[in-house]
């Protein structure tokens, strides 16, 4: 079974569309975070929920709203798409938000958007 | 501000050779250390962690790291590297106060046969 699961795993569209993607996490982990990685590999964390209560938000573009229906899903929606947006996105989750990082995060797969 | 820098951008070993990357972290108080390793394609996973107590620590895959304070360094071990060790190796420092990892900008590792 898989712990942290993203749909989809690919995804190319056109500058200006709305995106979705969407994550789960089968653990009963209360806390799930979105991270963004860049063509660098550099892993960056931008939103993180605790029990459907936004956590984290760090300075990222408001066209970026994460959405948390329930502990176990953490969906990322992405308005007015733009070339800079193309990264990996990983999704992942903690039992607990844990304060200096003390819970272990479990990652997904990733989501690999291009932007064209 | 944390920060986590690991210098080596590539490295490159032979299958058989011993393994040693690179961590040094930037932090006030006692830091949350991990290391994660990310396969091609994959996602990221654990490999060990240091949050108190033995400096040396053990993870999967035969892997280890030992926190040095005095260093501010947080380097992993292999005594014996494998093919399937290639990946992408990341260094994460749990920030003290906040929920957040930050992580370093990763060591790809190549294995040669």
């Known amino acids: 079974d898989t712990a942290v699961s993203q749909t989809p795993k690919y995804l190319v569209t056109q500058m200006g569309n709305d995106k979705s993607i969407k994550c789960e996490q089968n653990?009963?982990?209360?806390?799930m975070y979105w991270y963004k990685q860049d063509s660098k590999k550099f892993l960056k964390i931008m939103f993180s929920?605790?029990?459907?209560?936004?956590?984290i938000n760090e300075t990222v573009p408001n066209r970026f709203s994460p959405k948390s229906p329930d502990k176990a899903h953490l969906n990322l929606h992405i308005n007015s798409l733009e070339l800079g947006d193309s990264a990996v996105y990983f999704c992942?989750?903690?039992?607990?938000?844990?304060?200096?990082?003390?819970?272990?995060?479990?990652f997904g797969p990733g989501t690999r958007l291009t932007v064209l | 501000a944390q920060s986590v820098t690991q210098p080596d951008i590539h490295i490159t070993v032979s299958e058989g050779a011993s393994l040693e990357l690179r961590c040094n972290y930037s932090?006030?108080?006692?830091?949350?250390l991990f290391w994660y390793v990310q396969s091609p394609g994959q996602g990221l996973q654990l490999l060990l962690k240091y949050f108190s107590g033995d400096t040396l620590v053990q993870g999967i895959k035969g892997f280890e790291a030992e926190f040095k304070r005095s260093q501010s360094s947080f380097n992993l071990r292999k005594p014996s590297v494998h093919w399937s060790d290639a990946a992408e190796y990341f260094c994460?420092?749990?920030?003290?106060?906040?929920?957040?990892?930050?992580f370093g900008t990763g060591t790809r590792l190549k294995v040669l046969a």
């Open positions: 992942a989750s903690s039992k607990r938000p844990g304060l200096a990082g003390t819970d272990t995060q479990y």
């Open positions: 994460a420092v749990g920030a003290g106060g906040t929920y957040k990892y930050i």
């Open positions: 929920y605790n029990n459907k209560e936004l956590i």
């Open positions: 932090y006030g108080a006692t830091p949350y």
């Open positions: 653990l009963g982990h209360d806390t």
